[in-house]
Nanobody, 113 residues
Framework: VQLQASGGGLVQAGGSLRLSCAAS????????MAWYRQAPGKQRDLVAT???????NYGDSVKGRFTISRDNAKNTVYLQMNGLKPEDTAAYYC????????WGQGTQVTVSS
């Protein structure tokens, strides 16, 4: 099983980024997917989740700014991040969960003020 996250980078406050996480080795459409983030010295926090059927849920700090989506044909989950703030700076991780749980490697997002 492999989850390959990409799309991180450096952006100014107010800007946008789109993260992608491509999955292989799992039956993607039955797995729920999630994005988490972890800033240095802090715990890993939930950002957003999406079920195989497309139901979504968001952390309070990102509601209205971030959108999670998935393309089951491409085995990929996305995180569209708009209105980025310096406090969004973190390593972002994708997770696949159903019978088992799998984590991808992080992709760094840095938002400058």
């Amino acid at each position: 099983v492999q989850l390959q996250a990409s799309g991180g980078g450096l952006v100014q406050a107010g800007g946008s980024l789109r993260l992608s996480c491509a999955a292989s080795g799992i039956t993607f459409n039955i797995y729920s997917m999630a994005w988490y983030r972890q800033a240095p010295g802090k715990q890993r926090d939930l950002v957003a989740t999406i079920t195989g059927g497309g139901s979504t849920n968001y952390g309070d700090s990102v509601k209205g700014r971030f959108t999670i989506s998935r393309d089951n044909a491409k085995n990929t989950v996305y995180l569209q991040m708009n209105g980025l703030k310096p406090e969004d700076t973190a390593a972002y991780y994708c997770k696949a969960y159903f019978l088992n749980t799998y984590w991808g490697q992080g992709t760094q997002v840095t938002v400058s003020s």
